[in-house]
């Protein structure tokens, strides 16, 4: 049983870090290619594997509440979720999907996560790395942050997009109206504030990783 629980978590980063690797280098090559011409197109070229791999995603929330990877459930379940959110936003509008800003956003996401893929890949096999361990927890964070901003651009973007649609009601009044534009810059300071409990839950995750490391290395 525990032999195929180490497979499965393997297997599923293994797969995470090709599709995301597979995603930058596909939107790396056709940005050399093509230059600024590619970056309308990205959605388009790479949002398929794109959406797959944040719905995977959802796996890890089961994983850490499992046991199967060690991690804190809330900083995961925010990355997670806000990804997926502002995809919803995307594949939804058309107009927004051959934004530069998309781009961007795919671009930070990707290096994002094959920083910490890797690491995890590692972990697995039991043999840490020294250098991807510095480079989770430290690299990591100032890019999360810029991803966030990149995050909050595309969702400013979107808005001159969204049109209030109305709410089925089954009475003979008037439906109501459900203000999305609302909606989504009432979300803005709720991804601010989740974003600042990530950083937070990750600096005391790399405060504890890195001085776990020195003592280790200390004993040796």
Not at 20 to 27: F, G, M, P, R, V
Not at 47 to 55: E, K, N, Y
Not at 84 to 95: F, Q, R
Not at 156 to 175: F, G, H, K, V, W
């Amino acid at each position: 049983m525990l032999s195929f629980r180490l497979a499965y978590i393997f297997s599923y980063n293994l797969f995470q870090f090709c599709g995301h690797t597979w995603i930058l280098a596909n939107t790396i090559a056709r940005f050399l290619t093509f230059g600024q011409d590619a970056l309308a197109d990205t959605f388009y070229s790479v949002g398929l594997v794109m959406i797959l791999c944040q719905l995977f995603s959802i796996l890890e929330l089961f994983h850490i509440a499992d046991g199967i990877e060690k991690a804190r459930l809330l900083p995961r379940f925010i990355q997670v979720m806000e990804k997926n959110a502002l995809l919803i936003v995307v594949i939804m509008l058309e107009e927004i999907q051959s934004k530069p800003v998309v781009c961007a956003l795919f671009f930070f996401w990707n290096v994002l996560d094959l920083l910490r893929y890797p690491h995890e890949l590692l972990c697995v096999l039991d043999k840490p790395s020294v250098a991807m361990l510095w480079t989770r927890y430290t690299l990591w964070i100032p890019l999360y942050v810029v991803s966030v901003a990149t995050e909050v651009v595309t969702i400013y973007q979107a808005l001159p997009y969204i049109e209030p649609t109305p709410s089925s009601n089954n009475s003979s009044a008037a439906p109501a109206q459900i203000n999305l534009p609302l909606v989504l810059m009432l979300y803005l300071p709720v991804l601010a504030l989740g974003a600042s409990v990530t950083v937070w839950q990750l600096l005391k995750e790399r405060k504890h990783h890195l001085g776990k490391w020195s003592k280790k290395t200390k004993r040796k």
